[in-house]
């Protein structure tokens, strides 16, 4: 049974009054309680199941701001960053704390930002037990002494079982996440998706950070190799940015946001991973795979009678996730923070392929591809593509992005010339023909590109080591260690010069089009940096 004689608080001050609260409770005890309920399973792993329900995956077109004096002249508003009415934000909320008055509640006192000098106070307020077990997981964890004193700075209230009435309360239909920068609150309903709720914080610190603090926000991983070089992995869903960053011979800083300081530092905002397990297998990723145990949370999965997991089994959906806390892998950076970085990899799954497996970027050409956030969707992925789609979502995190995706590169290109890191554009997608033709560069060649990056070992961009690429204008290597040197060229691997260059360009257009809504904010060097006109 599960012991709920811990201490407690009031929650009054939220407006949610009378509630049973159960406050800071253990991991096992939420996964107990979860299971009692009857909302989730135990799996052979040990990790605690759940779904999610009706979303599986976050809603972008349900996420929104309170556009008030704080954010009005900052935020960039449109189909990314929604506006939403203060009044209407404050109606709404009294009607989801009196949803959850009377109820029991699960709180959790945490923080975000590794770097003491950074950290971010948050009080999660939850009305599913797994959904505070995430919290658990994915924010960093107060010491006792922390919790004696603890004053949240922000508050997360989450209530998957309210809907919204879209005529009455402003939303698009029943479920929603808003921000509200004033009173400092993230306030999420009808959806049980966990991801929001790290979604709703991260997002907050990606305001906070540049406006208020000079530091760079970043949606990437991180890690740190013995002699304490730090590299970072930006890259969108499914282009290796969390399996690239967990590498044995590197301790893992953290697998998604970070935030690099004017101090060049780098300190990860999460205290957990939150990771895709389509296809898991212990040979591919042993790391994330045997960090599946008790204490995880697997998300939509699907488990025979004995709670064995089918990891290749998406009849709930694509999106399948696990949730644990960042000490469940062994190599990890304690505290999570690291040096100045040395090198950035920019991830790509290019299912064109035409972009080179790797390539040394400079600073302009860097800001252009981290404004572009460049991978692609695959056949058969999503209904009616029957070829490949260039998808684009800038500074690799869009969706996370309230100002002006500028801003960001800005401060990048700045670092970049200041430090002087390298950049690199590494595509993990399709090699030797476009998706369905040629394929997926095997993850081996991948590490071996990347290791060689890290080690100084592809040199300077000079005619003798590197290649201009005629249609993007990047320098690829023509060689590195431990990679076959017909493997470095993509219009070689091609053998059809005619059709790679008619797929180059298609790509190169699509590159020249997605940017157009940027150009008026980009300076000339940035400009420059993208795909050069020339004669076809």
Not at 133 to 158: C, D, G, H, Q
Not at 324 to 340: A, L
Not at 341 to 357: E, H, Q, R, S
């Amino acid at each position: 049974m599960t012991n709920l004689d811990a201490k407690t608080i009031s929650i009054d001050n939220l407006g949610i009054k009378d509630a049973t609260v159960r406050y800071q409770l253990t991991s096992d005890e939420l996964h107990n309680i979860t299971i009692e309920k009857g909302q989730g399973e135990e799996t052979s792993f040990g990790a605690l199941a759940v779904k999610t329900g009706e979303f599986t995956g976050r809603s972008p077109m349900d996420r929104f701001i309170v556009k008030d004096e704080i954010t009005e002249d900052k935020v960039w508003w449109g189909k990314i960053n929604i506006p939403f009415d203060a009044a209407k934000f404050d109606n709404l909320y009294n009607k989801v704390t009196e949803y959850l008055s009377g109820k029991e509640v699960f709180v959790r006192d945490s923080y975000a930002c590794a770097d003491d000098n950074y950290k971010l106070n948050i009080r999660v307020v939850n009305e599913y037990p797994w959904s505070n077990m995430f919290a658990y997981n994915m924010f960093l964890r107060p010491s006792k002494e922390e919790l004696e004193n603890f004053a949240p700075e922000w508050t997360v209230i989450n209530a998957p079982g309210f809907m919204a009435n879209p005529e009455v309360d402003g939303t698009r239909q029943h479920n929603f996440a808003i921000l509200n920068f004033s009173r400092k609150i993230a306030l999420i309903g009808g959806t049980g998706y966990t991801g929001e709720i790290k979604k709703g914080i991260f997002s907050a610190l990606n305001f906070i950070l540049p406006v208020y603090k000079n530091t760079l926000p970043m949606h990437c991983s991180a890690n740190v190799g013995k002699e304490g070089d730090t590299a970072i992995f930006f890259g969108l869903s499914g282009t290796g940015k969390t399996t690239l960053s967990t590498d044995p011979n590197r301790s893992l800083i953290g697998d998604d946001e970070h935030g690099w300081t004017s101090e060049n530092s780098v300190f990860n905002f999460e205290g957990g991973c939150y990771a895709k397990v389509i296809d898991l297998s212990q040979e591919k990723e042993p790391e994330i795979y045997g960090a599946i145990k008790r204490g995880a949370i697997l998300e939509n999965i699907v488990t025979n009678g004995n709670g064995e997991v089918d990891f290749a089994n998406t009849s709930i959906t694509q999106n399948t996730r696990v949730s644990y806390p960042i000490h469940h892998i062994e190599n990890i950076r304690v505290p999570s923070t690291g040096n100045n970085p040395k090198n950035i990899f920019f991830l790509t799954a290019d299912a064109f392929g035409v972009l080179p497996p790797i390539s040394k970027l400079t600073p302009g050409q860097a800001a252009y591809h981290f404004i572009s956030g460049y991978t692609a969707k695959v056949a058969g992925t999503e209904a009616g593509v029957n070829e490949p789609l260039p998808s684009f979502s800038a500074c690799f995190g869009a969706p996370f992005m309230p100002l002006h995706p500028t801003k960001y590169a800005e401060m990048l290109s700045s670092k970049m010339k200041e430090t002087g890191v390298n950049v690199w554009l590494v595509n993990t997608g399709w090699f030797a023909g476009p998706y369905g033709v040629g394929n997926r560069m095997k993850l081996k060649y991948t590490r071996a590109m990347i290791n060689a990056a890290l080690n100084g070992e592809l040199g300077e961009i000079t005619y003798e080591n590197y290649h201009i690429h005629s249609v993007f204008g990047l320098a690829q290597p023509r060689k590195c260690p431990g990679v076959p040197s017909e493997l470095l060229s993509q219009r070689q691997a091609w053998n059809n010069d005619k059709e790679y260059y008619i797929t180059a360009h298609k790509l190169a257009d699509s590159f020249r089009e997605n940017f157009k809504k940027f150009a008026a904010f980009a300076n000339e060097e940035i400009l420059a940096g993208g795909p050069p006109i020339i004669e076809k």
